[in-house]
């Protein structure tokens, strides 16, 4: 036998590391081949649809002015009522739709209990938007 330098005895052996420059190079390819076919794979049927609105009408609703005056007088949109004639237009307001909104201007000085029954008669009337209006602190 002869002995060279780069002669080995394991040559019947498996090799230790694997080669990536084909493995990278076959990524490279499918790679382009991906990216030049998937524009061709786009499919697209041209039709005439119709045109619509899709925007919500948003109708706003009526706003009423309930007034308690420091006397005790209740006033509907500046007209003097009585507690009869309240009712009987909060009963009426309520079957609107949309529904209106109420707001209850009281004066200060007035006592919390009429406040408090004509905040009743809505509820019981059927109205469920109240809002109180309040005068900003002037510094």
Not at 105 to 131: C, F, H, P, W
């Amino acid at each position: 036998m002869a002995m060279s330098p780069f002669a080995s005895d394991d040559d019947d052996g498996l090799m230790n590391e694997i080669n990536m420059t084909p493995l990278v190079d076959v990524m490279l390819v499918l790679l382009i081949v991906f990216m030049v076919t998937i524009p061709v794979i786009r499919h697209a049927v041209k039709i005439d649809l119709p045109h619509a609105s899709s925007q919500k009408e948003e109708i706003k609703p009526l706003q009423i002015n309930v007034s308690i005056a420091a006397d005790g007088s209740v006033m509907w949109d500046d007209q003097k009522v009585s507690d009869e004639t309240l009712r009987t237009r909060i009963a009426q307001a309520a079957q609107a739709d949309p529904q209106p909104e109420l707001h209850l201007n009281a004066d200060r000085k007035v006592a919390y209990e009429k406040v408090a029954q004509v905040m009743s008669a809505a509820q019981a009337g059927g109205l469920t938007k109240i809002g109180f209006v309040t005068q900003p602190v002037s510094h």
